[in-house]
T-cell receptor, first 115, second 116 residues
């Protein structure tokens, strides 16, 4: 079964609105989680590192005010896409390392379509 | 420079045969980890296998094995006895050193199609 759960799997929103995606580690605690973005037929690109109890660390070129990340607890990180635009339409997927980090699990991913 | 290179955009394999998916990496950090993931059309990323830079033996997980050649900086995935359900995108990824945390750098991926 899933070790990291992501919700929602699919979301359609209107331009200008905000949408929140949740990432939960189901049977382990994750002080760090990671958010990736994947465009069709491309690889995964790291957006940011979500840190429990502190601010997220964003990769170069990622707008922190547009992609808000909150690591509310040791099992939950959220990504909020604010003022969404059609170019934000993409597949967003989170990951969480388990134990020493030799196993890094991913959520099921979230397909975002902005219309 | 690319840190992870997967030179095979697509591969075909006959059902029940073995297939090797290539992955080369570039790092100057002595401590790193290499991962392989399977991504079916649904989008989920399924963890397959892990190899640490200090591991003496090649990693194996069921039908998956990792051919780790440290001097050549290659970490090829071998899938034995291919099944139709193995058809998917496969990504090689690397984690560099502890100071980078557990964030991964991914290769471009290889699409595998298993033929019946």
């Amino acid at each position: 079964g899933a070790v990291v759960s992501q919700h929602p799997s699919w979301v359609i929103c209107k331009s200008g609105t905000s949408v929140k995606i949740e990432c939960r580690s189901l049977d382990f605690q994750a002080t760090t989680m990671f958010w990736y973005r994947q465009f069709p037929k491309q690889s995964l690109m790291l957006m940011a590192t979500s840190n429990e109890g502190s601010k997220a660390t964003y990769e170069q070129g990622v707008e922190k005010d547009k992609f808000l990340i909150n690591h509310a607890s040791l099992t939950l990180s959220t990504l909020t896409v604010t003022s969404a635009h059609p170019e934000d339409s993409s597949f967003y997927i989170c990951s969480a390392p388990r134990g020493a980090g030799n196993t890094i699990y991913f959520g099921e991913g979230s397909w975002l379509t902005v219309v | 420079a690319q840190k992870i290179t997967q030179t095979q955009p697509g591969m075909f394999v006959q059902e029940k045969e073995a297939v090797t998916l290539d992955c080369t990496y570039d790092t100057s950090d002595p401590s790193y980890g290499l991962f392989w993931y399977k991504q079916p059309s649904s989008g989920e990323m399924i963890f397959l296998i892990y190899q640490g830079s200090y591991d003496q033996q090649n990693a194996t997980e069921g039908r998956y094995s990792l051919n780790f050649q440290k001097a050549r900086k290659s970490a090829n995935l071998v899938i034995s006895a291919s099944q139709l359900g193995d058809s998917a995108m496969y990504f090689c990824a690397m984690r560099e050193g502890r100071e980078y945390g557990n964030k991964l750098v991914f290769g471009a991926g290889t699409i595998l199609r298993v033929k019946s």
